[in-house]
């Protein structure tokens, strides 16, 4: 079992910025996959960027590309997202994810593990 715990997260203007982290409990962590996703309130759980195990390769969705940073330092089992340039839309419930293989995935139902969530709220 692996837990997950992210902080971060906050109230900030537009055009400010947050640094997420996600702590996870394992020795292996450098055998996940990881991804954040975010939740917005009536709307779908939606990706917002994956990496792979190791760091190597990286995906974000089209609105954040540019702003958002996801990295990992898996000597700490902690992995981050950088968000700058927040917008009003970027105000989500914000959650990390574990997927035990070395490659991400787009899906949210392949993750096998999930932390509680960070509320990012950007006010205009």
């Known amino acids: 079992q692996v837990q997950l715990v992210e902080s971060g997260g906050g109230l900030v203007q537009a055009g400010g910025s947050l640094r997420l982290s996600c702590a996870a409990s394992?020795?292996?962590?450098?055998?996940?996959?990881m991804a954040w996703f975010r939740q917005a309130p009536g709307k779908e759980r939606e990706l917002v960027a994956a990496?792979?195990?190791?760091?190597?390769?990286?995906e974000y969705i089209g609105s954040v590309e540019g702003r958002f940073t996801i990295s990992r330092d898996n000597a700490k089992n902690t992995m981050y997202l950088q968000m700058n340039s927040l917008l009003p839309e970027d105000t989500a419930v914000h959650y990390c994810?574990?997927?035990?293989?070395?490659?991400?995935?787009?899906?949210?139902?392949?993750?096998?593990?999930w932390g509680q969530g960070t509320q990012v709220t950007v006010s205009s």
């Open positions: 994810a574990a997927l035990a293989r070395r490659w991400y995935s787009t899906h949210l139902s392949d993750y096998d593990y």
């Open positions: 394992t020795r292996t962590f450098s055998s996940y996959a």
């Open positions: 990496i792979t195990a190791r760091g190597s390769g990286t």
